[in-house]
């Protein structure tokens, strides 16, 4: 069975300043997919950056990018220029793409603070 | 705009009532979820559907029920609602990989 593990339970990042979020994952499967999910204090939970294993570079969207290291297991998020905005619980997932199975596999977050 | 909803956000009921959690998404998704989340936060898989009139049990083991009778629409069911399923609840649903959530309904059963 895939694991996600996410080792930091609270950050914390000054305003404009760069953090970076750790997430390491277990599988036995070669083809998969990786995502970041943002849940802000009492609203939705939505998907932030997503990374296909089988692609070697590192995806980004705007001021959200990953450091995806496969053989290491590894798929952290940088934030960069952080805002108030961005303080909020942060998810790792794993999706297989083999099989019919199309559950998520969830990390159990990290709570990141932006400091003003 | 495509989109999750889901009603009511929240919600108070005395021990032993019966409640359904409605999960509605006009993104023709194939696949719809449930997850019940913590006050730790972590994401327990309680129900998934692959389609119409296709359900299954999640990792976490839990006495709702759930029905998939129309595409759109995927019901979460507690018979008899009890203290210990007081949680946040949130419904997702995903065409591949991806899953796409709604705001969640947080449930207090007193």
């Known amino acids: 069975a895939q694991t996600v593990t996410q080792s930091q339970p609270e950050m914390s990042v000054q305003e404009a300043e760069t953090v970076t979020l750790s997430c390491t994952y277990d599988?036995?499967?070669?083809?998969?997919?990786l995502f970041w999910y943002k849940q802000p204090p009492s609203r939705q939970m939505i998907l932030v950056i997503r990374q296909e294993a089988y692609k070697q570079q590192n995806a980004t969207e705007n001021r959200f990018s990953v450091n995806f290291q496969k053989a290491a297991k590894s798929f952290s998020l940088k934030i960069s220029d952080s805002q108030l905005g961005d303080a909020a619980m942060y998810f790792c997932a794993y999706a297989r793409v083999s099989g019919s199975a199309r559950q998520l596999t969830f990390g159990s977050g990290t709570q990141l603070t932006v400091l003003p | 705009e495509a989109d999750i909803y889901q009603t009511p956000r929240y919600l108070v009921i005395g021990t032993g009532k019966k409640i359904t959690l409605e999960c509605s998404q006009t993104?023709?998704?194939?696949?719809m979820y449930w997850y019940q989340q913590d006050p730790g936060m972590e994401l327990h898989l309680i129900h998934y559907?692959?389609?119409?009139?296709?359900?299954e049990k999640g990792d976490l083991s839990s006495e709702s029920t759930v029905s998939r009778i129309r595409t759109e629409h995927f019901p979460l069911t507690l018979e008899s609602a009890r203290p210990s399923h007081t949680s946040q609840y949130l419904c997702?649903?995903?065409?591949?990989?991806?899953?796409?959530f709604g705001p969640g309904t947080r449930l207090t059963v007193t």
């Open positions: 997702a649903s995903s065409r591949l990989y991806e899953q796409y």
């Open positions: 599988t036995s499967e070669s083809d998969y997919y």
């Open positions: 993104m023709g998704h194939d696949k």
């Open positions: 559907s692959y389609g119409v009139n296709s359900t």
